[in-house]
């Protein structure tokens, strides 16, 4: 009979030797029992990258194992014991779900067990954008906004809300980009960042704006508008935004008015206004844009101008009675005149009145007289002459004179105490031979003819009017100059003599006469101074005067 015992002595984790002793021989090996339905304690098993795993032993129900192994091999930092089985480590990288097929094995066989091991990555944390509160434009890209976290690698990005339109989150890299095409209210949006380890978010804030307002314009600028008269709407436009107010610097002529809504401007203007520049201000949430808008209000143009005396004649040197100007338009401004008015007048600039002493003669003339106001001008035509003193006190040198006919006169000159004469007339016509000039009155000449005695009027103008004076003129002949021969006749009574004829060697005898009377039986021819007949009586040597007398003298 045998004695057999049974000594475990420890060697390692499920090792065993058996010991037996006795007498006798002839017994048989004893036998080992092969690992049986072996498990880990944790199956399956979750890890963390880089985070230091809980060591994962294995159990089986049969004999203890003598060695372990694994197929295929664990993920990397991951180690198992191939005495004992036991998977440690850390792993250092992320691996997916898989089966690892562990076999534990002694002298009496082997089983096996699969392992499911999945290595996740640190979850994401603290994730964050470089921009948390966006305000964007509509219609300009934006910037990237891009996210950072603390924890492994983000595997995808997701956000709720969905982005606002024209905005879009790339799910791989987390990053916000694109160009906006609507506004948006400020709103919140839930990004999260998941990988194989969790998730993380963040909560970014993003406004989409109206763009600024720019290239500010009006549909007419600059403009000119009229005192009293409804002006046609003036409207802006721009090439950015939607405006929200319009505001303008300073205020604008009274009467007219900016709309704050629509920046329109509109009224009827009721005081003058010199062009003067306005700061249109456009704006919105994001910003403004401005243009310097021109106005002018102007006055309402003159119109029907007129003067109290439109055909005007003046005399030089005579004060004129004022001639005033009126019109039935704005206010005028200013006045003025072409051509020049006659020397010695003026009009006023500011009244239009025309005034003063003419000084210079002037032929009827056309003068076009302006009125002008910011509005406009309006015209008249004023016809104006300026005439001379008319000439007074007409007077000759010698208004009374006696002529010698064929004797050159003295030149008989006028003179007057009014204006200076332009032309000289006589009536009737003066003797023959002598003559009057007609621009400066005087008398000149030889009378060729006898002239009794007579009166003539001579009349002196200028554009004043005329005036007249009488002249009284005589025209005698040439005094007669008579001879009889030797002038000592000696006669025969009763003998009848030649008769004795007179030489007359100046003018025309008109009668003739002789002292004393002649002997007896003589005659005197008193037509033509001759001695005739025959003489009766004797008389002593006696001396007789003949007379022959004309107008000139005898």
Request: net charge neutral; aromatic share 6%; with cysteine.
């Amino acid at each position: 009979m045998s004695l057999f015992r049974r000594i475990a002595l420890p060697m390692s984790a499920g090792l065993f030797l058996l010991f037996g002793c006795g007498g006798g021989g002839g017994s048989s090996a004893p036998v080992i029992q092969a690992p049986t339905t072996l498990a880990y304690s944790t199956n399956p098993a979750i890890y963390t990258k880089g985070t230091v795993i809980t060591a994962n032993s294995p159990s089986n129900s049969g004999g203890a194992a003598s060695s372990y192994s694994v197929a295929p091999p664990l993920p990397v930092g991951l180690n198992l014991s191939t005495i004992s089985g036991v998977v440690s480590g850390t792993p250092t990288v992320v691996a997916a779900s898989a089966a690892y097929i562990v076999t534990a094995t002694n002298g009496g066989g082997s089983t096996t067990a699969s392992l499911n091991i999945i290595v996740n990555d640190v979850a994401p944390s603290n994730l964050a954008y470089s921009t948390n509160t966006g305000i964007y434009i509509k219609g300009a890209a934006i910037i990237a906004n891009t996210p950072s976290n603390s924890g492994g690698s983000v595997v995808s990005y997701s956000v709720s809300p969905t982005l606002p339109a024209g905005l879009s989150l790339n799910a791989g890299t987390g990053s916000i980009s694109g160009t906006p095409t609507a506004v948006t209210a400020a709103a919140s949006y839930t990004v999260t960042a998941t990988n194989s380890g969790g998730a993380t978010s963040a909560t970014l804030s993003i406004t989409i704006n109206e763009a600024a307002p720019s290239n500010l314009t009006y549909s007419t600028n600059p403009v000119a508008y009229t005192k009293g008269t409804t002006i046609t709407v003036n409207s802006p436009s721009n090439s950015g935004g939607a405006v929200v107010s319009y505001a303008v610097i300073p205020a604008l002529p009274l009467g007219l008015s900016l709309s704050m809504a629509t920046g329109v401007v509109t009224g009827t203007p009721t005081a003058i206004s010199a062009s003067t520049p306005y700061t249109v201000t456009a704006s919105n949430i994001t910003g403004n844009a401005t243009v310097i808008l021109l106005i002018a209000v102007n006055d309402v143009p003159p119109s029907n101008l007129a003067y109290s005396a439109t055909t005007s004649v003046y005399t030089k040197g005579t004060a004129i009675t004022s001639n005033s100007a009126t019109n039935t338009g704005g206010t005028v401004t200013s006045y003025s005149v072409s051509p020049s008015l006659p020397a010695g007048l003026s009009l006023n600039t500011t009244t239009g009145v025309i005034s003063g002493t003419p000084t210079v003669v002037a032929a009827q003339t056309t003068y076009t007289v302006t009125a002008s106001n910011s509005g406009g001008n309006a015209t008249i035509a004023l016809t104006i002459t300026v005439k001379d003193v008319a000439p007074a006190n007409l007077t000759y040198t010698a208004n009374t004179a006696v002529y010698t006919k064929g004797t050159a006169i003295a030149s008989n000159t006028p003179s007057n105490s009014g204006g200076t004469v332009v032309s000289y007339g006589v009536s009737p016509s003066l003797p023959a031979g002598l003559s009057l000039s007609t621009s400066t009155g005087a008398i000149t000449g030889a009378p060729t003819a006898i002239t009794a005695l007579a009166t003539y009027t001579v009349t002196a103008t200028n554009s004043g009017g005329s005036t007249t004076t009488i002249l009284t003129l005589t025209v005698n002949d040439v005094a007669p100059s008579i001879s009889y021969g030797s002038g000592s006749y000696t006669f025969t009574t009763n003998f009848t003599i030649t008769a004795v004829a007179p030489t007359n060697t100046g003018g025309s005898v008109v009668t003739w006469s002789m002292t004393p009377s002649l002997p007896t039986g003589l005659s005197f021819n008193t037509t033509n101074g001759s001695i005739s007949g025959t003489p009766t009586a004797i008389t002593a040597p006696t001396a007789y005067t003949v007379t022959a007398t004309n107008t000139g003298g005898s």
